[in-house]
Antibody, heavy 116, light 110 residues
């Protein structure tokens, strides 16, 4: 069965960076793309970007360009999302979600708290 | 890229039907048959309920159905049950490998 298991909660100071991981299993890793989606407390879902797990190509939402980097390690079937220059507004739960022209499987979410 | 427009809240009694709308533009909802709907219970990850406008993944109740007309997609839940109370989000492909979500709708089962 498809599983996406994310890394644990993080607390970061403003200006720092955070790197969240998402380990996939139960399917052929490189046959799909992976999205990252975030959700601030009490708010809706926000699409951040997508990575091609075969070639590594990325597309980021305009809002995050210059601050977000998505990478993957095919040897461990793990996807990473790094967000830099963190500010309080980046406090949110970050999800990875497998792409099949939709978001068919989701990770459990990783809470990132940005606080001085 | 602006978020798709959903009503903030809808409500219905058990057994009734409700419809949640999702309005986009000619650049997203109207141009692609790639609208999907997600159910999210508090503290949980979203769950795919409808994809490609009207298709249901395996395991999703046939009480959930989707449709689209022009730049507006809709999710209909028939025979409302208490367990349907949750937040619902629409999402559309917006071209150039980008995606956009709606603001979410809180469904209350009275």
């Amino acid at each position: 069965q498809v599983q996406l298991v994310q890394s644990g909660a993080e607390v970061k100071k403003p200006g720092a960076s955070v790197k969240v991981s998402c380990k996939a299993s139960g399917y052929t890793f490189t046959s799909y793309y992976m999205h990252w989606v975030r959700q601030a407390p009490g708010q809706g879902l926000e699409w951040m970007g997508i990575i091609n797990l075969n070639g590594g190509g990325t597309t980021y939402a305009q809002k995050f360009q210059g601050r977000v980097t998505m990478t993957r390690d095919t040897s461990t079937s793990t996807v990473y999302m790094e967000l830099s220059s963190l500010r309080s507004e980046d406090t949110a739960v970050y999800y990875c979600a497998r792409d099949k022209w939709t978001f068919d499987y989701w990770g459990q979410g990783t809470l990132v708290t940005v606080s001085s | 890229q602006s978020a798709l427009t959903q009503p903030a809240s809808v409500s219905g009694s058990p057994g009734q039907s409700i419809t949640i709308s999702c309005t986009g533009t000619s650049s997203d909802v109207e141009s692609y048959n790639l609208v999907s709907w997600y159910q999210q219970h508090p503290g949980k990850a979203p769950k795919l309920m409808i994809y490609e406008g009207s298709k249901r993944p395996s395991g999703v109740s046939n009480r959930f159905s989707g449709s689209k007309s022009g730049n507006t997609a809709s999710l209909t839940i028939s025979g409302l049950q208490a367990e349907d109370e949750a937040d619902y989000y629409c999402c559309s492909y917006a071209g150039s490998t980008t995606w956009v979500f709606g603001g979410g709708t809180k469904l209350t089962v009275l």
